[in-house]
């Protein structure tokens, strides 16, 4: 969170073989009624405050990706998914719930098992990928949507548009369809730093503020950072969108098999 430089209400989104999302709460450490955790953020030296986040983990994101692989042949190494799954211009109606050893927040189920929904005959290895790429999207975005419930607010993290902004970062995040369609799911700007290894970037960043080599507004000013980010822009039609989430928690609930 500090790489990211998030503030108070602001959220970050890692991707990697699972994903992590956290939202900056401030001051107040909020407990979640939501399925999500309450953590320390950050307290930038010892006089300085504690700052307190919301944190919902991922168990299967990029980890997907590699079964596609290892398991089912259908790439032959991570960086293949994208140009797969671009090859068409949707799912076809196909859901996947990687839910291989349960599911994490805001769920905790640990019954559920993993299912791939929809398939026609008209299903392909491409929209199979896709529909991976979109698992990934659509449990950040239920996250979000615990922390948005839990908060009572997305947050001051908003642009000169009045939209609330989703940072990202991890390996993963190389992938701009998978970015695309994180966008085009929560509905709002999605935000990718030039800099994407941002564990060891906010690392740095605390080194640094701890012998004076910068001050924590250095840090935290977000205009040269803006500029050097890319930012996607959500495309998909709300009420589209509204579809897809309401078919994504229909998919969702197949997973729990051996609770009926």
Not at 163 to 169: A, I, K, Q, S, Y
Request: with cysteine; net charge negative; glycine share 10%.
């Amino acid at each position: 969170m500090v790489g990211q430089a998030c503030r108070k209400g602001e959220a970050k989104s890692t991707y990697g073989t699972g994903a992590f999302i956290l939202l900056n709460t401030g001051e107040e450490s909020i407990k979640s009624n939501h399925g999500l955790l309450s953590t320390l953020a950050y307290k930038l030296g010892p006089k300085a405050p504690t700052n307190y986040a919301l944190e919902g983990s991922i168990a299967i994101a990029g980890a997907a990706v590699q079964w596609l692989g290892d398991s089912l042949g259908i790439i032959s190494s991570a960086s293949e998914i994208e140009e797969l799954a671009s090859k068409v211009d949707s799912t076809g109606g196909v859901y996947f719930v990687p839910a291989f050893n349960g599911l994490f927040a805001p769920w905790w189920r640990d019954d559920a098992r993993g299912v791939c929904i929809g398939i026609t005959r008209f299903t392909n290895k491409s929209h199979i990928a896709r529909a991976v790429l979109e698992s990934m999207c659509f449990q950040v975005k239920d996250v979000l949507d615990s922390m948005q419930k839990d908060s009572g607010e997305k947050g001051e993290n908003k642009n000169e548009k009045g939209e609330f902004l989703l940072r990202v970062d991890g390996g993963a995040t190389v992938d701009n369809l998978l970015m695309q369609i994180q966008a085009d799911l929560v509905g709002t700007p999605v935000v990718r730093p030039a800099d994407i290894e941002t564990t060891a970037l906010g690392a740095a960043y605390a080194a640094g503020l701890a012998v004076g080599v910068w001050t924590e507004d250095e840090i935290f000013s977000s205009g040269e950072r803006m500029k050097k980010a890319t930012i996607f822009q959500p495309g998909l039609d709300k009420e589209l969108r509204e579809k897809k989430v309401e078919s994504w928690c229909k998919a969702v609930s197949r997973t729990n098999i051996f609770s009926r």
